[in-house]
């Protein structure tokens, strides 16, 4: 039988992620699609898990999260940005980042109320919009070459600021942002700064890449800039910290007002996490410095292998400031076709798996992406030498 799907959701096809990795799973592709490590996180957190679920810690947490975790993610804003936080009402814990942004977008907007955000985008944001009803106004990023022939990804001032009227709801910020790897500079975060505070408007900051940040560059907290602590929500994820992105322990934190708006949603979609895993990621927010030192400087490496393999290989690339995955320009190599022509050739004829980037554009925009694939390297060294191989294909 044939029954209609609900309009929030009639338009949603299969993603370009899943069309990706299955793809590069019939053909034996090394997958730097879909962002997500082929290696494990730190040992005390997998201790830490195994010993909370031999202790019994298998019931239901508290919707907003076990107090350990609470406590744990209060001190880790407290150690890395200054923030004072009150674990009982400005901390959420959510299974994953993705969700506590849906608890966010369900328990903060109307239908009706605009978003503002960059593009390109995480994929779940303008899906999330039509969840709610809110209506999403895209500012691109656009690629620009600097002096020394470096791509850094900028906005035009004027386009942000046309973009924020009397509808306007909330910012959506993504720093580090994913797909480009940019890492928004103070001055840059003061004009959004300013503009929400100037229209009376929340911001919602997507910070899950916040350890994930290369020499050169630093990461900011947007709440933590004047007049802005009493407006945002900022997100983390545990899965970007710790590698283990199939435990789902995300979180969102932020003043009374607005928790109140995220927890009042999440009660209804979750309820709460799984909790011997909230448990051990309490342990790894407690890790030592040189776990997150060290963490950025093997992706750094990562990235440094990755990001010369394909300038090898003879594409155009944009080298991160953050996250794990890095933007490449594939026209230098005459390809005729547009990315997702690109990204399925590569992935079964090349045999590596990439992500389109208009995957991450509006409708209107995907000319912009027309040449650009999304890589990932977050995997091993072995995963990542073996891409290489096969990458130098492109240059015969």
Not at 140 to 161: H, M, S
């Amino acid at each position: 039988m044939n029954f209609p799907l609900a309009h929030r959701v009639s338009g949603f096809g299969l993603t370009i992620f899943s069309e990706m990795s299955r793809l590069a799973a019939e053909h034996g592709a090394v997958n730097l699609g879909q962002g997500f490590p082929d290696f494990d996180g730190p040992e005390p957190a997998k201790d830490a898990a195994s010993a909370a679920i031999r202790a019994g810690q298998n019931q239901y947490a508290p919707t907003t999260g076990t107090p350990a975790l609470r406590q744990a993610i209060a001190r880790h804003a407290r150690r890395f940005y200054g923030q004072d936080l009150d674990p009982e009402a400005e901390i959420t814990v959510t299974s994953g980042a993705t969700e506590a942004m849906l608890a966010a977008f369900l328990g903060l907007l109307n239908p009706g109320d605009e978003v503002v955000m960059f593009e390109p985008y995480f994929d779940s944001y303008v899906p999330h919009c039509a969840m709610v009803g809110a209506i999403p106004r895209l500012v691109p990023l656009r690629p620009q070459a600097k002096a020394d022939g470096a791509i850094e990804w900028v906005f035009d001032p004027d386009e942000l600021a046309a973009a924020f009227n009397a509808r306007t709801r909330l910012c959506l910020l993504n720093t580090p942002h994913n797909p480009t790897g940019k890492v928004f500079s103070e001055a840059e975060l003061r004009l959004i700064a300013e503009l929400c505070q100037r229209w009376d408007v929340l911001a919602l900051s997507d910070e899950v890449y916040e350890h994930l940040v290369y020499p050169g560059a630093r990461h900011t907290r947007l709440a933590a800039l004047p007049g802005m602590a009493e407006r945002t929500l900022t997100v983390g994820s545990s899965g970007k910290i710790f590698n283990f992105t199939g435990w789902k322990i995300g979180w969102a934190i932020g003043p009374a007002a607005l928790s109140l708006g995220v927890r009042r949603a999440h009660q209804y979609i979750t309820f709460c996490s799984a909790t011997p895993l909230q448990g051990a990621v309490a342990a790894a927010l407690d890790l030592d410095d040189e776990y997150y030192q060290a963490l950025a400087a093997d992706y750094t490496g990562k990235r440094d292998y990755l990001t010369g393999v394909l300038r090898a290989a003879g594409l155009r690339v944009s080298v991160p400031q953050g996250t794990y995955f890095c933007m490449a320009d594939f026209s230098p190599l005459g390809f005729d076709g547009d990315d997702v022509d690109f990204c399925r050739w590569l992935t079964t004829a090349i045999g590596v798996a990439a992500i389109p980037a208009s995957a991450m554009y509006a409708e209107a925009a995907k000319p912009l992406a027309r040449h650009w694939a999304r890589f990932a390297f977050c995997k091993r060294p072995e995963t990542l030498a073996a891409a290489a191989e096969r990458l130098q294909r492109l240059r015969r």
